[in-house]
């Protein structure tokens, strides 16, 4: 992040001293008030302040990946802007995709999933419901739990269990955080046909983007019903790790000890 850095130039006016001289022995008795005039001149004609390398208090910028990212992409985000909803969001560019961010509490979230296509070679798997990429623009990608862990960009992180305590202890508490998280469109109706969006209270506008298992097609389900997403906290076997799920039927934010190669969706949170 750059440092603003300010260098203090004085700069003094010409002024002719033959003149000064002459003025100053001159017969005349009003010597003291061109004395006076004189030191006038001097303190105005003085300083100006010149700024080096401005920062825009407004913005910061980073580039590269985080550890586990090997890509090299740059990353920046931007200032909070006002949006139609009335929330303060700010802005990450990760991977060519511009996303929002919400500030709620002390955390800053990202407001969309990670849509962030990973190269297979060396950055895992990620995958589009059902194969189809119009899903990924909608909801984002889904990822096994080891990509998950290194796919946020440099200056966040997978959140663990208790960064989404936080969370929900600030979006109204245990009973009511499903709901106030939820996006306001997108989920399926209840089965007793009530809607089954949320009141998105926050901004977070959690969407159900489904999950899957493995990266096989026959294996993606519940999409419009309910959202998974990782998080870092793994199980005592090693083998799974946690997820938290808002579904279109509950209030609460669940939950779950998944196995490390289902695939589920990823919201990173600042450092």
Known sequence: ???????????????????????LHSPFSIKPLLLLLVIVLLTIGCTTLERENPFDSG???????????????????????SSSSGFEYGTLIYGGITYKTIRIGSQTWMAE????????????????????ESNCDVYGRLYDYETAMRVCPGG???????????????????????????????????GNGESGNGADKYGFAALPGGFGAYGLSENYNNMGKIGLWWTSTSGSEGTKAYMRMIGSEDDKVGTGLDDIGYNASVRCVKN
């Not at 992040?1 to 003149?19: G, H, P, T, W």
């Not at 962030?116 to 589009?128: F, M």
């Not at 929900?168 to 245990?174: L, R, T, V």
Request: some cysteine.
């Open 59 to 81: 913005s910061d910028s980073y580039t590269g990946g985080h550890s586990g990212n090997s890509s090299g992409l740059e990353q920046s985000s931007s200032s909070s802007s």
């Open 113 to 132: 999933n990670l849509n962030y296509k990973t190269n297979t070679n060396n950055e895992g798997n990620s995958y589009c419901y059902n194969d189809s």
């Open 156 to 190: 966040w992180h997978l959140p663990g269990n208790a960064e989404w305590d936080v969370l929900i202890s600030n979006a109204g508490g245990e009973a009511v955080a499903g709901t106030n998280l939820k996006a306001a469109n997108g989920f399926d109706n209840k």
């Open 1 to 23: 992040m750059k440092i603003e850095n300010y260098k203090l130039e004085l700069k003094f006016k010409d002024v002719n001293k033959r003149s000064l001289f002459s003025i």
